[in-house]
């Protein structure tokens, strides 16, 4: 039988090292979300093509999210950008069938549309800002971040209980 100071031993050894996973975890999804949100355009894939098929969908995920997919002429990918208000009417009316658009997208592994679409450029205007894309990024970069930190700070926090108790004779 484990005495009871052994016991508070293991729980504080476990709790950091749950709250140090976590927040490694938290760091690097932030990382990850910061990378991408400032990855220049030249290090994007480009595809130029003609708009095959466009619409408004919710995706297959869990989250189904809606959003504005378009398929263009000769890439295997289904290309998809996800705006938080759902609003896609301007996109919708832009991007017809037919139009040749050029594309900036992250290439995905998946066969659900992929929602890493930075830019849409058609005839030399941008349709799709991939300022929306970066900022929607950051974003998650902070939440990610702040979360990390605040796993960290927690479990300080809780471990500052038994500080007084190991010191007291």
Known sequence: ??????????????????????STACFFGSYLALKDANMPLKDLDSYQGVIIDKGIIFTKSKTRAKVFFFKLAGLNQILATYNPSKSYNKLDSALNRGDHVKVYYKPALSTDPNVETYRIEKNGEIMLNDLGFRSKESIVAGIALTGGLLILALSFREDKKYWKKETTP
Do not use: G, H, Q
């Open 1 to 22: 039988m484990l005495s009871a100071k052994l016991k508070v031993k293991f729980k504080r050894i476990s709790s950091y090292c749950a709250a140090i996973i976590l």
